[in-house]
Nanobody, 128 residues
Framework: HVQLVESGGGSVQAGGSLRLSCRASGNTYNKNLMGWFRQLPGQVREEVAVAAIYTDSGRTNYAAFVKGRFTISRDNAKSTVYLQMDNLKPADSAMYYC????????????????????WGQGTQVTVS
């Protein structure tokens, strides 16, 4: 069983930056698929991850609309995955959720919501 705790959300002006953190516990962290999903105001959670990473290989995958602006990374010593968000836009305002599934890395981390079985409580990002 995996427990995920997010932090780092907040309010920022357009063009600003935030870094989200997701600390995992409860299993062998070093072999996890981990991703960040978001839920826009008044909508259901998006089915495609903003970004995904394999914690063992470090391979990453990004949604097209965040490429060049967001960076996912991991610190295995801290069992933590980060989402660095730069050049934020008001359209990025959402609740951001960390998700995970225990598995060894492959060629490209999937960004499909159906592949993730463990979820954090979410952290709010507001861009004005």
């Amino acid at each position: 069983h995996v427990q995920l705790v997010e932090s780092g959300g907040g309010s920022v002006q357009a063009g600003g930056s935030l870094r989200l953190s997701c600390r995992a516990s409860g299993n062998t962290y070093n072999k996890n698929l981990m991703g960040w999903f978001r839920q826009l105001p008044g909508q259901v959670r998006e089915e495609v991850a903003v970004a995904a990473i394999y914690t063992d290989s470090g391979r990453t995958n990004y949604a097209a609309f965040v490429k060049g602006r967001f960076t996912i990374s991991r610190d295995n010593a801290k069992s933590t995955v980060y989402l660095q968000m730069d050049n934020l836009k008001p359209a990025d305002s959402a609740m951001y959720y960390c998700a995970a599934d225990p598995r060894a890395g492959g060629s490209c981390p999937t960004n499909a919501i159906t592949e993730y079985n463990y979820w954090g409580q979410g952290t709010q990002v507001t861009v004005s």
